[in-house]
């Protein structure tokens, strides 16, 4: 997630691998509001080797860049995480009310060395100007995030939590009110100073539930309004959800609730493809 209050502010996006084994080639586009964001910058990031051991090509045109990836002949697949790409993408209009663009990849392809597709989920991001948006309705495919003590439902706040408290954050994916299983799922938690804090996925099990757990630092900072945002690809649209929660060193006046939740876990069957925003390193790994 990104907010931008400023035309010509950058946007510094990372599109990293997460568990992948032996790739050899990667490409995909990926695909904004031309009216909202321009292409400033694209360079190769560091989980290729540098040319001449690997090939770097990029094309972009209003809404649109194409990234094309690949290694010399004589060099062997990579297998692990990191980054492949960093694009940095410039606000261009500043509307008087608050919109949005999403941040969706297309034509995504990864090959290892025997030439062989990758079997692989993305998960692309969303940008916002001036201020955060609900996410609409997107042909019957819905995202609720929430955590172990609150959220559930459009609006709701995610509970009351001290420093050093581990907070899970759990995101129901379902279409047409049925659970999607197997789904990558992105989580991103900014702290009370806006800055980003944690990044993470996780994979929907039967129940169309993703979880992720973190604990909340036992600093200054720590105290006051967290925000956490959930993105997911469903019917090739990105799904997103927000959820605040407040956080004190003190326990408020009268407790809190906690709410009984799933048992955390997480799965991986494929290989992820996903997307970091003003992060410099890669946090997208799941468990095997």
Not at 69 to 79: D, F, Q, T, V
Not at 124 to 135: E, I, M, P, Q, R
Not at 255 to 269: F, Q
Request: proline fraction near 4%; hydrophobic fraction near 40%.
């Amino acid at each position: 997630m990104s907010v931008a209050d400023e035309v010509g502010e950058v946007i510094d996006l990372s599109v990293n691998v997460s568990n992948v084994k032996d790739l050899h080639q990667l490409e995909f586009a990926l695909i904004f509001n031309a009216s909202l964001l321009d292409v400033a910058n694209v360079t190769q990031g560091s989980f290729f080797p540098p040319p001449p051991f690997s090939n770097f090509e990029f094309e972009k045109s209003p809404g649109y860049v194409r990234v094309n990836i690949y290694l010399a002949g004589s060099e062997a697949g990579i297998s692990g995480d990191g980054t492949v790409a960093r694009l940095n993408l410039k606000a261009i209009r500043g509307p008087d009310i608050c919109v949005y663009s999403a941040l969706s990849f297309n034509k995504t392809l990864l090959l290892n060395s025997a030439l062989a597709p990758i079997a692989h989920d993305s998960v692309g991001a969303v940008y916002f100007w001036k201020s955060t948006l609900t996410d609409p309705s997107v042909n019957g495919g819905c995202l609720d995030l929430y955590t172990q003590k609150g959220g559930v439902g459009l609006s709701q706040i995610g509970g009351n939590f001290r420093a050093g408290e581990v907070v899970h954050l759990i995101s129901k994916v379902t279409y047409n009110n049925a659970p999607v299983q197997n789904k990558l799922v992105a989580f991103e938690v900014l702290n009370p100073l806006g800055e980003v804090v944690f990044m993470s996925t996780a994979i929907t099990d039967e129940d169309g539930l993703a979880i992720i757990s973190f604990r909340i630092p036992v600093i200054s900072s720590s105290n006051g309004t967290w925000t956490a945002i959930s993105t997911v690809n469903l019917a090739d649209k990105v799904v997103w959800d927000i959820v605040t929660f407040q956080v004190y060193f003190i326990i408020p006046v009268g407790g809190y609730t906690v709410l009984n939740v799933k048992n955390e876990k997480e799965s991986c069957t494929v290989h992820d493809f996903c997307y970091n925003i003003n992060y410099s390193f890669n946090a997208c790994k799941t468990q095997n």
